[in-house]
T-cell receptor
Framework: AQKVTQAQTEISVVEKEDVTLDCVYE???????LFWYKQPPSGELVFLIRRNSFDEQNEISGRYSWNFQKSTSSFNFTITASQVVDSAVYFCALSPISNFGNEKLTFGTGTRLTIIP | DVKVTQSSRYLVKRTGEKVFLECVQDMDHENMFWYRQDPGLGLRLIYF???????EKGDIPEGYSVSREKKERFSLILESASTNQTSMYLC???????????FGSGTRLTVV
């Protein structure tokens, strides 16, 4: 069985502060994908990143960075110099890699991030 | 860009009604999914479909059924709506072997 834990239910930071969203996962699969999605107040989940379990290199995209550590089963997400537009609910998700390409994502419970102007 | 369109943004139905939630995607994706989102529970998979006329149960299929007669359309059916089905319903689609969903904007269903 797969499980994704986002222990932080809500986080509030003042604009321009850095913030890290934690994600811990459990899986018996040896190969898998990890994802982060953003859900702004409009409701539509927006894909942010996908990482393959083979690749533990950290990734940076503008103000966003991701730290994947297989040894601790964690895939944490950091926003640098936060902005009000970053306010949203963020979901971490996990998917096995199947031979058929038919993935099912298991989502965490989400972290509501509020950036205070 | 792929678009996933859910027919209603807000819906209010009475207990016992049969409810249809429609989802259409425009990029020929093989896979389609229905999730419900509840506070503190995240997204939970109700049903999914890998091809036309194919469907599989997700984690919480009780009280729901689905229909996929055409590749682009995936319908979620509440046979007899109950108040505990009040929730946000999210449809998603994906291209086989591409991994990662495209989501619709969601339908907030209230059953009274």
């Amino acid at each position: 069985a797969q499980k994704v834990t986002q222990a932080q239910t809500e986080i509030s930071v003042v604009e321009k502060e850095d913030v890290t969203l934690d994600c811990v996962y459990e899986t018996r699969d040896t190969t898998y994908y990890l994802f982060w999605y953003k859900q702004p107040p409009s409701g539509e989940l927006v894909f942010l990143i996908r990482r393959n379990s083979f690749d533990e290199q950290n990734e940076i995209s503008g103000r966003y960075s991701w730290n994947f550590q297989k040894s601790t089963s964690s895939f944490n997400f950091t926003i640098t110099a936060s902005q009000v537009v970053d306010s949203a609910v963020y979901f971490c998700a996990l998917s096995p890699i199947s031979n058929f390409g038919n993935e099912k994502l298991t989502f965490g419970t989400g972290t509501r991030l509020t950036i205070i102007p | 860009d792929v678009k996933v369109t859910q027919s209603s943004r807000y819906l209010v139905k009475r207990t016992g009604e049969k409810v249809f939630l429609e989802c259409v995607q425009d990029m020929d994706h093989e896979n389609m999914f229905w999730y419900r989102q509840d506070p503190g529970l995240g997204l939970r998979l109700i049903y999914f479909s890998y091809d036309v006329k194919m469907k599989e149960k997700g984690d919480i299929p009780e009280g729901y059924s689905v229909s996929r007669e055409k590749k682009e359309r995936f319908s979620l059916i509440l046979e007899s709506a109950s108040t505990n089905q009040t929730s946000m319903y999210l449809c998603a689609s994906s291209l086989r072997e591409r991994y990662g969903y495209t989501f619709g904007s969601g339908t907030r269903l209230t059953v009274v």
